[in-house]
């Protein structure tokens, strides 16, 4: 979509919002996820969150909650003041501690995968066991997991609604813990049925925007409809976020993308783009030899592109992103809605 | 305490009382925890429970809602149905989610435990990271975790104390990770203090049982005064049993106890025996060399015997336990009451 049409315009409108809610985020992380004893341990937890990041997942609690609330013309943007949000049926609720609790949620996983992956780098700084050691990787991620249980059992929310947000954060991080499981089995498989990936992604990505985009409207005492439609929108807009990860992995400057381009083909991770291009007859695990120079990358992504993967993965993207607005017709028209559309789309147009 | 009085007929009763509850914990887990997809990682989350253990911290869960309930006189022994068990202010509570969810926690610190130790066997069988691999240990573990509170938010006891117990839990897993952060750097550290010490196994070890003593109490809607006594009751308990763990691991034959004798001298691990030799001046760090014969560890034993140093963490537990069971005074008598009194002198009596 170019600059300067009315997309254009929207998408602007769209990332000052984001940006200023990533903000809102960043000074809420500080005050839920404050320093302690032992320091080392805390400050390995915060590693990660400080080495920055979009936040998009604390980005759609808010969202959703804003657009709840529009229906009700009772938050007046804005300033709105997320720590004590009104629900519509009275009461006050801390979105605020649920945002975070999402976002450290998103960081335990990303600190434990890395050992995993043995990823050296994350979101332009060292990963977490890199950084510190493998023992405090793994406490900072379970302190991080531990934490976002405590976040989300203090929001203030009406008990019911609060224990509804508690079990679907829960069942959220078994399946994502399924999800990882199953992405390090897929490294070591000989064939990856293309369904058998769909599956993976929704279960190691796409639910926890599930939860992101559910939990608030359980928090705020949404119908079940309102939370279903809204988790539907965050599994297939993350889903599609996945596919496009896996689209800028191969054609990413390494010091834009903040790790290094070409990482998912070095370590035989199956990606759309992989699946479809084997059955395009590619030899892909002979695509790229160990620390390729960027002439090699480069040339590897050409053969991707020669047999039509990724467009094919663009299309399927498209196609994820298309439905996930469908979605959000549950919600009351409004400026929040217009931005969780909008946020949909970028999922798929940003380049880092 | 000898066998055929008084005192010995009590534990036999508390140990049958105990085993009883841990065969229908066990029973509990297997529809808990079932096996599903993907199976290596149910497997991998099954192994540390399959392979045994005492179910001490469910067995306090059971034990103290059975007490409560002792008061209440409304419910009968045996054959008590712990999944629907009677809440004082009406509706049943599955007490039994309560338990197994305190005993997946237990595991899932286990299975990361023996990562950073790098210990091969627990229970008697090999250690998760070795049975499988490292990035099946951490996600069993992580796994583990999600479903405790999948657990502990399907106890249908009313909203404010499942609340409640879920905010006491994740609160105690954090205080875990720290206690787990404090044990790694103690190994490193060239001076422990005594207090420092205490402190590390209190989060480490004794507020798991100080969680399990009190989360059946607030799920039973118990008042403050009682959740915080039998909070304390557990927690002292818990610190009891961890320096007679220490105890044990010098004291008894490794087939025995599941694992190598005298492991955590050799890892350079920090416990009141260490510390209290260390004071007496005793070369606690050259009393064994890499893999030391049986007749080696025997003598390293008799030096700290000869220093009093196992003598004064015996009387250091005795005391915790002699304080742990003024704190039940708060519930009513009866045989639960009486079980939970014999558990704490248990916990430093056993020999494995």
């Keep these: 979509m170019g600059e300067g049409d009315g997309g254009g315009d929207r998408r602007a409108r769209m990332l000052a919002a984001v940006a200023e809610r990533r903000d809102r985020v960043n000074e809420a992380v500080v005050e839920d996820l404050p320093s302690a004893e032992p320091e080392r341990l805390y400050a390995a937890s915060q590693h990660l969150i400080e080495a920055g990041g979009k936040r998009l997942r604390p980005a759609l609690v808010l969202l959703v909650a ?5 229906g009700e013309a ?4 804005p300033g ?4 004590s949000f009104p629900a519509p049926s009275g009461g006050d609720v801390d979105v605020m501690a649920a945002a975070v609790g999402v976002e450290l949620i998103h960081t335990f996983t990303l600190a434990h995968d890395d050992i995993m992956d043995d990823d050296d780098m994350r979101r332009g700084e060292r990963a977490v066991h890199h950084e510190y050691d493998l023992s405090t990787a793994i406490l900072a991620g379970d302190t991080l997991f531990a934490k976002g249980f405590e976040l989300m059992s ?3 929310a009406a008990p ?4 509804a947000a508690i079990r679907r954060l829960a069942e959220t991080c078994t399946r994502i813990c399924e999800g990882q499981a199953l992405d390090v089995e897929f490294e070591q498989a000989a064939e990856v049925l293309p369904a058998d990936y769909t599956r993976m992604i929704e279960l190691k990505t796409a639910v926890l925007y599930g939860a992101a985009a559910a939990i608030p409207a359980i928090l705020l005492g949404a119908d079940d409809g309102t939370v279903e439609a809204l988790y539907q929108y965050g599994v297939e807009s993350g889903t599609a976020f996945q ?5 800028l992995d191969l054609t990413v400057p390494s010091d834009e993308l903040g790790k290094a381009r070409g990482s998912d083909l070095l370590e035989g991770k199956q990606t759309v783009i992989t699946l479809h291009a084997r059955q395009q007859g590619v030899d892909v695990d002979g695509l790229l030899g160990e620390n390729p120079t960027e002439e090699e990358i480069d040339a590897a992504v050409s053969r991707l592109r020669e ?10 993207a498209a196609e994820l992103t298309a439905s996930s607005k469908e979605r959000l017709s549950v919600l009351p028209e409004g400026p929040a809605r217009t931005m969780l559309t909008g946020l949909a789309d970028y999922l798929i147009e940003r380049n880092h």
Tied chains: 1, 2.
């Design 66 to 70: 804003e657009s709840l609330a529009e």
């Design 74 to 77: 009772t938050v007046e943007q």
């Design 80 to 83: 709105v003041d997320y720590r």
């Design 154 to 156: 203090a929001t203030g």
């Design 160 to 163: 019911t609604n609060q224990l």
């Design 243 to 247: 596919i496009h990860d896996d689209v």
């Design 307 to 316: 047999a039509g993967s990724i467009e094919f993965a663009g299309e399927r």
